[in-house]
Nanobody, 116 residues
Framework: QVRPVESGGGLVQAGGSLTLSCVVS????????MAWYRQAPGKQRERVAY???????YYVDSVKGRFAISRDNAANTVNLRMNSLKPEDTAVYYC??????????WGPGTEVIVST
C-alpha cells in the first residue's frame, strides 16, 4: 500500500507562513475527503482541517482564519497554507483521508517548528 508523502515544513518565526503539500495515490485521493493532521510533542494526533471531494472545507477552531486547505484533483495533492503561525502550531503534520477506514498507514510527516 502506498502511503502519503508530506513536504513543505520547516522552521519559521511566529507570524510567518508555510505551505505544506501532500501527494497521495490516485486510489486514495479520488472520491474521498482528505485531511491534514498534526501531532505536537507529547500530545495526541489531531485533525486540523479537511476538504470534501466536492470542495467544502472544515477547520478546527484553533486554526480557523489562519489555515487554508485545498486539493488539486489533477495532481492527487492536498495542500495546507498556514498563515500567522504561532508557537503552538509546532508539530509534525500528516495527511490522510478524513475517513480512518481508508488509512493504509501514516506517511513520514513534515515537521513545522514555530519560534518565538
Amino acid at each position: 500500500q502506498v502511503r502519503p508523502v508530506e513536504s513543505g515544513g520547516g522552521l519559521v518565526q511566529a507570524g510567518g507562513s508555510l505551505t505544506l503539500s501532500c501527494v497521495v495515490s490516485r486510489s486514495m485521493f479520488l472520491g474521498n475527503d482528505m485531511a491534514w493532521y498534526r501531532q505536537a510533542p507529547g500530545k495526541q494526533r489531531e485533525r486540523v482541517a479537511y476538504v470534501r471531494r466536492g470542495g467544502d472545507k472544515y477547520y478546527v477552531d484553533s486554526v480557523k482564519g489562519r489555515f487554508a486547505i485545498s486539493r488539486d484533483n489533477a495532481a492527487n495533492t492536498v495542500n495546507l497554507r498556514m498563515n500567522s503561525l504561532k508557537p503552538e502550531d509546532t508539530a509534525v503534520y500528516y495527511c490522510n483521508p478524513a475517513d480512518s477506514r481508508l488509512w493504509t498507514g501514516w506517511g513520514p510527516g513534515t515537521e513545522v517548528i514555530v519560534s518565538t
